[in-house]
Structures are given as structure tokens and as C-alpha cells.
């Protein structure tokens, strides 16, 4: 039952990913880590993230800012480090409350204030640091790197098609720290395996409703959805 549950958080999460571009990991680490565990939720997840970012990179190469994903790319990866090394280090008792705090502020921030900060460059800067080091933890930095590529990239194309390729190449390098740390069981590929079918479901019907749905109207139903994630995590 456990299973059939992560697959339909995995499938709804990732509708709402391709509707918004927003939000699907961070959806669904929440409520997948108490069905599945920790362990197996972030190699899950890790994984799902590359396959559905490796399709949008490739439909939209041309757009790519290479510039902008370098800087991207650098930052990240340092702040990926610290993650991983923290990850490994400190007790879950205390990351999986910190965890909850973050996405909750994030729920908050997006339903209370609309309007976009303007920050500073290097508050930019250390956004994306902070971004990898949330993604090295709980493959969920995306929130994070959103307020530093929203402020350079004005062209939804492009925005896009630059975000994309960060989590192609983040997302293998976690994938080879996972195997590496021997987190890649047989149990959690197979578990992978199946999950493909509702992920690339979900993109596709997550690609059909973008077209027809207020946008608006359901951002905010998934902000809602996300504060009461980071709520499910302090409770448990």
C-alpha cells in the first residue's frame, strides 16, 4: 500500500512540476520520505529528476544560456558538497526538522508576498550556494535556484531551458555519491523502474492541463499542498 501511495505522490507531483515548473521534488521528498525512508526517497526522486530534466534539455537546447549555467553549475556543486558531506554527517533527527522549516518558509513566502525581491549579487550568489547545499541533502534545491535564475533570465524559454540541464548534471553526480555510498539496492532500481511509467505519465498530462488551467489559481493550490508537506514533516 505504501508503494501504491509513493507512486500516486510521485505521479501528482510531477503533473504539478510540468504545469508550473515548480515544486515537484519539493512536493514530493516530503510525504515520500515517510512512505519509503529517507535513503530511498532521495535516490528515487535523484533519479526521476534527471530522466525528466534530460527530456526537457534535449527539446530545448537552443535556448540554453551557457554563461548563466556555468555560474549555476559552479556554485551549486560547491554548496552540493557541503550537503552530501552534512548529510553524512549529522543526525536525521535533526536535518528532517530543518528540512520541514525550509519548505514551509517557502510555502509561505510564495503565498504572502507575490511580489519578486530585488537582491543584491551577492546575496544571488550565496542563494545558490544555499541552493546546492539543500539539494546535496534532500535533492530539493530548486526553490532556491529559482530566485537567483528568475532574476537573470527574463525569457520563460530561456529560464527553462537553462534550469533544466543544472539538474542533468547535479543529479549524476549525486546518482554516482548514491551508488558510491551503496544507496543504489536492487530494491530501490526496481522501485525506479516502475516509477518511470507514472512520471512519464504525469509529464504528459502535466503538458496537456498547462494549456487550459488558470495558472494562477493553481500555483497557489500548490504552495498550499507544499506548507502542509513541511508541516508533515515537523509533526512526524
Known sequence: MKTILFF???????????????A???????????????LEAKVI???????????????NRRYIQYKILGKIILWMGIGMIIGVWIFDRVSLDFLLPCYGIFILLIALKKLLI??????PGWLLTISLLAAGVIHGMFVSGGALLVV???SVIKDKNRFRATVAPVWVILNLFLM???ESHGYMTPDV???????????FLAIYIG???????????FLKTTYILLAVSGISVLAS
Not at 515537484?24 to 529517507?38: F, K, N, R
Not at 532500481?189 to 512520471?199: D, N, Q, V
Not at 503538458?207 to 489559481?217: A, C, D, E, G
Open 45 to 59: 526522486l535523484n533519479i526521476m529528476a534527471f530522466a525528466s530534466c534530460l527530456w526537457i534539455t534535449v527539446q
Open 114 to 119: 507575490q511580489r519578486e525581491l530585488s537582491l
Open 189 to 199: 532500481l526496481a522501485l525506479t523502474g516502475l516509477g518511470m511509467i507514472p512520471l
Open 24 to 38: 515537484g521534488t519539493l512536493l514530493a521528498m516530503p510525504v515520500s520520505i515517510q512512505l519509503i525512508g529517507v
Open 176 to 178: 554516482i555519491s548514491d
Open 207 to 217: 503538458n496537456k492541463i498547462q494549456k487550459k488551467i488558470n495558472q494562477t489559481v
Open 148 to 150: 537567483y535564475a528568475s
Open 8 to 22: 500516486i505522490i510521485l505521479f501528482a507531483a510531477n503533473v504539478i512540476q510540468a504545469v508550473t515548473g515548480f
